[in-house]
């Protein structure tokens, strides 16, 4: 059935927005959808697709729209939405942007040049090529560049993974198994979960693979006290705390109140009793010192470019800069900083990102252990064989869409071997952890 020839111009009214990039695409379609309330659930879907497919093969499109005749912004909205749904269901096509939009739409992208078809910057593409060689470069950018698979995280405090896949099938929902994380399943298709008994009860949660791995590595124990120090919406924090088999303390902490209030449903829902959201100021707020020295385990999930989550967020590419990389080499190196001094002799500290770049990852991770000599590395390989993932890494965890089909993930461990004189004195006056709160 064909689509309203609204839908065009609603596209392209939104679309004209997103491209300012003054604010996360995802929002901007939020917003939009509740301020046109009469939009049927078909056309929002579309119209989200059609920005996507546009914001991932941007540069391709913006190429093929400006040639030729015709308004430029119209041109890209149809390609976006011929990108999602295909041309044949677009109704309020002219007979030219009919022929005009089905030969663009045929053309070999293999026989681009490499730069653009990788629908990346100019500046992210060459630091790839430097880095991986054009081909990898490529390799990683295509797969970027296609929609990412609905990834769940099964609840163990709840239920068991094959029960699980046995009650999505009733409904039915189909799913596998994911390849690394024992609790994962992988969805086929996107299905609606709000409204099933699995997803009202807290027996699954919405999660990528890859973070499901990130949680893993921590290693959490039963009766530890863990930080997960960038809790943000609490993903992360809510598997903590499934591996502790809801017993020690988890402490979740962030900056923003509004992502920790998303927190508390996802909490409530999940059936854990052993996490605790602390707002904090800043990284070296006083609610910090007071558990130095004391922490078993602590998880930074550091602010990022998020440049390893372009299948969710391809408008991150377009609003990330490599003077914003600078900025956040900055923030990424005080956090980590701060986070070390919560671990206790012999406590682990792992440091995570969802980025692909190395001034990002490794070369924080290189800087800290190199002003911080009471930390040591833990090899990675050494931590996955721990948590029985099979998974070949050398010293850290470096996850790719294209090899490993999870988003781009980057996670270091570390260990604490002593504690320095002046910290082991001030926590002998410190406050009870119960007290954070």
């Not at 939009?101 to 070999?108: F, H, P, W």
């Not at 997960?228 to 609490?234: I, L």
């Not at 020295?293 to 800069?321: E, H, M, Y």
């Not at 990102?353 to 590395?377: A, G, R, Y």
């Amino acid at each position: 059935m064909r689509l309203p020839p609204a839908v065009i111009h609603q596209t392209e009214e939104v679309l004209r927005e997103i491209l300012r990039f003054t604010g996360p695409a995802d929002g901007t379609l939020s917003r939009y959808f509740r301020d046109h309330p009469r939009l049927g659930s078909r056309e929002r879907g579309v119209i989200a697709e059609g920005i996507y497919g546009l914001l991932r093969n941007k540069s391709v499109y913006s190429s093929f729209a400006e040639s030729g005749g015709g308004a430029t912004m119209r041109k890209l909205t149809l390609l976006g939405l011929a990108d999602a749904v295909g041309v044949d269901v677009l109704g309020g096509l002219s007979e030219e942007e009919t022929e005009w939009l089905t030969r663009v739409m045929q053309i070999d992208r293999n026989l681009l040049q490499p730069a653009l078809r990788s629908n990346l910057p100019q500046w992210l593409f060459e630091k790839l090529v430097a880095r991986d060689g054009q081909e990898q470069a490529l390799q990683l950018a295509d797969a970027l560049n296609q929609p990412a698979p609905l990834d769940l995280r099964v609840n163990s405090i709840k239920a068991a993974r094959n029960d699980v896949i046995t009650k999505l099938a009733e409904a039915p929902i189909l799913c596998e198994p994911t390849p690394y994380s024992p609790l994962g399943l992988r969805v086929i298709k996107k299905p609606a979960l709000q409204n099933l008994p699995l997803f009202k009860e807290g027996a699954i949660e919405v999660q990528d693979e890859g973070s499901q791995l990130l949680s893993q590595v921590v290693g959490a124990r039963r009766g530890e006290m863990v930080v997960d120090f960038c809790a943000g919406a609490g993903g992360k924090t809510l598997s903590l705390g499934a591996a502790m088999r809801n017993t020690g303390r988890l402490y979740a902490f962030d900056v923003s109140e509004k992502r920790l209030a998303k927190l508390k449903p996802r909490l409530a829902r999940s059936g854990l009793s052993n996490v605790h959201p602390v707002l904090i100021a800043h990284e070296r707020d006083a609610k910090i010192k007071r558990l130095a020295g004391k922490i078993d385990r602590v998880l930074v999930d550091a602010p990022c470019s998020g440049l390893g989550t372009l299948r969710r967020n391809p408008d991150v590419k377009w609003r990330q800069t490599p003077e914003s990389i600078v900025e956040l080499n900055a923030k990424q190196t005080a956090i980590l900083d701060s986070a070390a001094r919560l671990l206790k002799p012999g406590g682990r500290l792992v440091y995570a990102t969802c980025s692909l770049l190395n001034e990002e990852n490794e070369d924080i991770v290189s800087q800290f252990l190199s002003s911080h000599p009471d930390f040591t590395l833990l090899p990675m390989k050494e931590v996955l064989a721990e948590q029985k993932i099979p998974l070949e890494m050398q010293d850290y965890l470096k996850l790719a869409p294209h090899l490993h089909q999870t988003d781009g993930f980057f996670a270091a461990a570390m260990v604490r071997k002593t504690l320095p004189v002046a910290t082991a004195a001030a926590t002998e006056d410190a406050i009870e952890p119960a007290q954070v709160d």
